[in-house]
């Protein structure tokens, strides 16, 4: 199916947060006296990676890893619409358990979209969120399988209420009624992890393509026309599952973007202001609790 590629008058204009923008073991890493570890600067502070976007009346969660706790109360997050994977990963999925206090406070579970091999792994590591008889408390999600075709989240109209009963658990009742319904497109952009296929996703004006290093020939078309393009970028020189510097630049040069972020950044790199110096000017390293 041709996909509608938007142009710059109709494109729809989205807002987004990054909640972190560190690698699998964030920056600084336990126990390491580097340069970059060790900086002063609060911009080399870097939880695992995670953005919070603002798109067309709705708020959309991209991954929800090991500090998504703290990324929730230091971004002052009461409620997210949809929660986003990319992929499997502990460190895009480990916080998953603390979607519990949105389920207490909102009275309903939680939408998650992901590929079927995702929630077939969250089976695994949370087993306890699938059970038939839930241990009282666990979270309640409502999982969507996506794969790399548009698809659309809806957010508002009716919903199972849950409402907590001390010593047992959430007691279920009568569909309630939220605000009135909305929705939106989302499209996502394939790419791979060395072997692993992972998403990145395209918000109107804006898309995130994280945990990559190669992405194939024909997604490139749902790239064109971008405002902000998000791309991570690990270290200099080859990675076996990550763009490199270089490589990260390479793609954000083939995609054109007005403006371009690196995300999922290492200590290997330079401090971020050392980093930005050597870059073009429409490139720049994305930092935590920036929004574009």
């Not at 142009?7 to 923008?21: C, E, Q, V």
């Not at 336990?30 to 609060?42: E, W, Y």
């Not at 695992?48 to 971004?75: H, K, N, T």
């Not at 008889?133 to 309640?140: I, L, M, S, V």
């Amino acid at each position: 199916q041709k996909l509608h590629i938007y142009n710059a008058k109709g494109m729809k204009k989205a807002r987004l947060t990054f909640l972190g923008t560190g690698t699998s073991q964030g920056v600084p890493m336990i126990g390491c006296g580097c340069d970059v570890c060790r900086s002063k600067d609060p911009r080399d502070k870097r939880l695992r990676a995670s953005v919070l976007v603002d798109y067309e009346g709705l708020r959309i969660l991209v991954d929800a890893g090991p500090d998504f706790r703290q990324q929730m109360l230091r971004a002052g997050v009461s409620h997210v619409d949809a929660i986003l994977l990319t992929h499997n990963h502990k460190d895009h999925t480990g916080g998953l358990d603390d979607i519990r206090a949105f389920n207490y406070l909102e009275k309903k579970a939680s939408e998650i979209y992901c590929e079927k091999y995702v929630e077939d792994s969250l089976r695994m590591e949370y087993g306890y969120a699938f059970a038939e008889k839930k241990y009282p408390g666990a979270p309640e999600w409502h999982v969507h399988n996506i794969d790399s075709k548009p698809f659309t989240i809806h957010s508002g109209g009716p919903y199972e209420v849950l409402t907590w009963e001390h010593g047992k658990g959430y007691i279920r009742s009568m569909a309630g009624h939220d605000e009135p319904v909305k929705s939106v497109e989302i499209v996502p952009i394939r790419g791979m992890h060395y072997k692993l296929p992972v998403l990145g996703f395209r918000f109107g004006n804006i898309a995130y393509c994280t945990d990559m290093n190669h992405i194939p020939e024909e997604e490139f078309e749902k790239l064109q026309g971008l405002d902000h393009f998000i791309i991570n970028c690990v270290r200099r020189g080859r990675h076996i599952s990550h763009f490199s510097l270089e490589g990260a630049l390479k793609v954000a040069e083939r995609v054109g973007a007005k403006h371009t972020w690196l995300t999922h950044l290492s200590h290997q790199l330079p401090r971020y202001e050392e980093l930005s110096a050597e870059l073009p000017p429409h490139i720049r390293p994305a930092y935590d609790g920036l929004t574009i």
